[in-house]
C-alpha cells in the first residue's frame, strides 16, 4: 500500500473522530456538573473524551501536514494555470471569497 494512501485515510478518520469528541464535548454538562453526576457517555468520562480529543486532534495536524509534503505537486499543479504561472487569485476563487457566506 502506498504511504500516500496511508496518510490520506488516517487524516481522514481522525477528522471524523475529532468532529464526533468535539460533538460529544460539546453536549457535556458544563463545569463540575458532569463530575459531581459522574456523567459518562459510552462508558468514557468527560475528562476521558477530552484527551481522546486532544490527541486525535494532534494526529490529525500531523497527518495533514504529511498530507501536504506527499501531494504537494498535485496542488501546485492544479493552481497553476496553462502558461504554468501560479495563479491563487482566480475569478472562481474571488466570487467564493465574496459571497455573504464567507465573512
Known sequence: ???????????????????????VLYIVPQGRIAYWANWRLWGLTKEQWGGIHINVG?????????????NWKPMMTYLKNNARNLKIFTKEFNLARSSPWCS
Open 58 to 70: 494532534i494526529l490529525f495536524i500531523i497527518g495533514l501536514g504529511f498530507h501536504i509534503y506527499y
Open 1 to 23: 500500500m502506498k504511504i500516500r494512501s496511508v496518510v490520506s485515510l488516517t487524516s481522514a478518520l481522525s477528522f471524523v473522530v475529532t468532529v464526533v469528541t468535539s460533538v
